[in-house]
C-alpha cells in the first residue's frame, strides 16, 4: 500500500471513529457533518476530501456493521454444522451482536435503500454483504431439507426472512421491554428470548423436537 493510500484510510478510519461515537452519542439524526468534523479534528473542508457528506459517512458506518454481522453469522454456522445446534447458533449471535451494536441492529432489521445503479458504490456493498449473509443462512437451511433434518414447507429464502423478522422482533422486544417482561413474567431477558427462540423453531419447523 502506498503512503497516500495509507493516509487515506488512516484518516477515513478517524473520522468513520469519530462519527461512529457520536451517533451513539447523540444519535445519528442529531450529529451534523460539523460535529463530525470537530470530533475527528478535521476541518469541515478536510472531511469532504474524504466523504461527500454525513449520508456516505453514516452508511460506510453501516457497511462496517455488516461485514461484523455476516462474520458473526459465519462463525456460528462454521461452529455448529447440526440442526437446532447452527439454528441457536444464529440466534445467540445476533443477540450478541444487538447487545454490542443496538443502533446498528434496528438499522439493519429495518427499511435500506436499495441501490438503482454500481455508481451508488456503498449502498451496492451494503447491498451486496445483506445478500451474503442471507445465502449464508439460506444455504444452511436448504442442507438440512436435503438432508430430511427439517421440513418447512416454503422455500429456504423465504424461511430465512422469517426467521428475520422472528428472532429479530424476539431480540429486540427482550431487550426494550426487559422490566416489563421481569415484572410481569418473572422472565430475565435471557430466559424470554430462549423461549421465544424456541416457539419461533417449533412454527417454522412444524416439529416439536428435531
Not at 462519527?19 to 469541515?44: C, H, M, N, P, W
Request: with cysteine.
Amino acid at each position: 500500500m502506498k503512503n497516500k493510500e495509507r493516509l487515506t484510510e488512516f484518516n477515513r478510519g478517524n473520522i468513520l471513529s469519530a462519527a461512529k461515537r457520536l451517533f451513539s452519542e447523540k444519535g445519528i439524526a442529531q450529529t451534523t457533518v460539523d460535529d463530525i468534523a470537530k470530533e475527528a479534528g478535521y476541518s469541515k473542508s478536510t472531511l469532504y476530501v474524504y466523504f461527500s457528506g454525513k449520508e456516505e459517512i453514516v452508511n460506510a458506518v453501516i457497511l462496517e456493521h455488516f461485514i461484523l454481522l455476516k462474520q458473526a453469522v459465519a462463525g456460528a454456522l462454521q461452529e455448529n454444522n447440526g440442526f437446532p445446534g447452527g439454528y441457536y447458533a444464529i440466534c445467540n449471535a445476533l443477540a450478541a451482536f444487538r447487545d454490542a451494536y443496538p443502533l446498528y441492529f434496528d438499522i439493519i432489521l429495518g427499511e435500506l435503500a436499495i441501490p438503482k445503479d454500481e455508481a451508488e458504490t456503498i449502498l451496492v456493498q451494503i447491498y451486496n454483504t445483506g445478500e451474503e449473509i442471507n445465502t449464508l443462512i439460506e444455504g444452511y437451511i436448504a442442507a438440512h431439507i436435503r438432508q430430511g433434518n427439517i421440513r418447512i414447507g416454503i422455500p429456504a429464502l423465504q424461511a430465512v426472512f422469517i426467521l428475520w423478522a422472528g428472532i429479530g422482533g424476539v431480540i429486540t422486544l427482550a431487550a426494550k421491554k426487559e422490566p416489563y417482561i421481569q415484572k410481569a413474567m418473572g422472565l430475565t431477558k435471557e430466559q424470554f428470548m430462549q423461549d421465544g427462540f424456541d416457539f419461533l423453531l417449533k412454527t417454522i419447523t412444524g416439529r416439536e423436537t428435531l
